[in-house]
């Protein structure tokens, strides 16, 4: 996965981490985590305020 994949990444946080809260995930804790997935293979320094929204976002719609 790279970062533009918010949709799969928010998929993969949601299997590791069943009982977060999205909306109340600091955008350190998302970040640090997405690194942490065993499927992400991009570069760190590409991510950014809105693409951590983006996964975000994503993920709370995969809650709902």
Same mark, same amino acid.
């Given at each position: 996965?790279? @970062? *533009?994949?918010? %949709?799969?990444?928010? *998929?993969?946080?949601? /299997?590791?981490?069943?009982?977060?809260?999205?909306? %109340? *995930?600091?955008?350190?804790?998302?970040?640090? @985590?997405?690194?942490?997935?065993?499927?992400? /293979?991009?570069?760190?320094?590409?991510?950014?305020? %809105?693409?951590?929204?983006? *996964?975000?976002?994503?993920?709370? /719609? /995969?809650?709902?």
């Amino acid at each position: 996965m790279k @970062w *533009i994949d918010s %949709r799969d990444i928010a *998929i993969a946080l949601s /299997e590791a981490h069943p009982d977060v809260d999205p909306t %109340r *995930i600091n955008f350190v804790d998302l970040y640090n @985590w997405v690194l942490a997935l065993p499927d992400f /293979e991009d570069d760190p320094k590409r991510s950014g305020e %809105r693409i951590l929204e983006a *996964i975000q976002a994503a993920w709370i /719609e /995969e809650m709902a």
